[in-house]
């Protein structure tokens, strides 16, 4: 089974710091990957699919890059409205898997 | 704007089944570019996938999971249920139903999100 990691598990950052997250697939994966972000008790929201495609309504800010194995998420600048787990998840050959998340708090 | 409500007992005994239904409001669970998938999160953990399933009635499950899982489609009422049999503490979590994009064939990612309910699993 391909294994997502993520890495940092945890990131402290500063409003304003731009900020990358990094996903590891253990086989190539193409480009089908996506990026959620979680607050506390909510729901995901999807921010990236297909790599680097930008969901509707999502901050310009946020933009995903990456393929077959490596990817990353990057924030341009961060507001305190980021703070949050942010997910990995790769879609392929009708099977679904998520990083272990990283949890992004303020330095 | 789609909506999607999960429902179901907060508390279920060890050893029996866990039942949960999703109802699906401001569109059709029927639509051919959409799956309908299950997710859920122990406390204090990260996201699991449990099983997607489409309108036709086509599903697909974690390999983890799959003897113990059973998904279905009630496309009359709008809604998508979970059956997880033989539950013990370990699935404890927040179980969220989602829509899912139907790319090349399958369900790719979770556009939409139900808020979560939560699932004890008692001794």
């Known amino acids: 089974d391909i294994q997502m990691t993520q890495s940092p598990s945890t990131l402290s950052a500063s409003v304003g710091d731009r900020v990358t997250i990094t996903c590891r697939a253990s086989?190539?994966?193409?480009?089908?990957l996506a990026w959620y972000q979680q607050k506390p008790g909510k729901a995901p929201k999807l921010l990236i699919y297909?790599?680097?495609s930008l969901e509707s309504g999502v901050p310009s800010r946020f933009s995903g890059s990456g393929s077959g194995t490596e990817f990353t998420l990057t924030i341009s600048s961060l507001q305190p409205d980021d703070f949050a787990t942010y997910y990995c998840?790769?879609?392929?050959?009708?099977?679904?898997?998520f990083g272990q998340g990283t949890r992004l708090e303020i330095k | 704007q789609l909506q999607l409500q999960e429902s179901g007992p907060g508390l279920v005994k060890s050893s029996e089944t866990l039942s949960l239904t999703c109802t699906v409001s401001g569109g059709s669970i029927s639509s051919s570019n959409y799956y309908w998938g299950w997710i859920r999160q122990p406390p204090g953990k990260g996201l699991e996938w449990i099983g997607s399933?489409?309108?036709?009635?086509?599903?697909y499950y974690n390999p983890s999971l799959k003897s113990r899982v059973t998904i279905s489609v009630d496309t009359s009422k709008n809604q998508f249920s979970l059956k997880l049999s033989s539950v013990t503490a370990a699935d404890t979590a927040l179980y969220f139903c989602a829509r899912c994009w139907q790319g090349g064939g399958d369900c790719d990612y979770f556009d939409y999100w139900g808020q979560g309910t939560l699932v004890t699993v008692s001794s």
């Open positions: 399933i489409y309108y036709s009635g086509s599903t």
């Open positions: 086989q190539s994966i193409s480009s089908w």
């Open positions: 998840q790769r879609y392929n050959n009708y099977l679904i898997t």
């Open positions: 297909k790599a680097s």
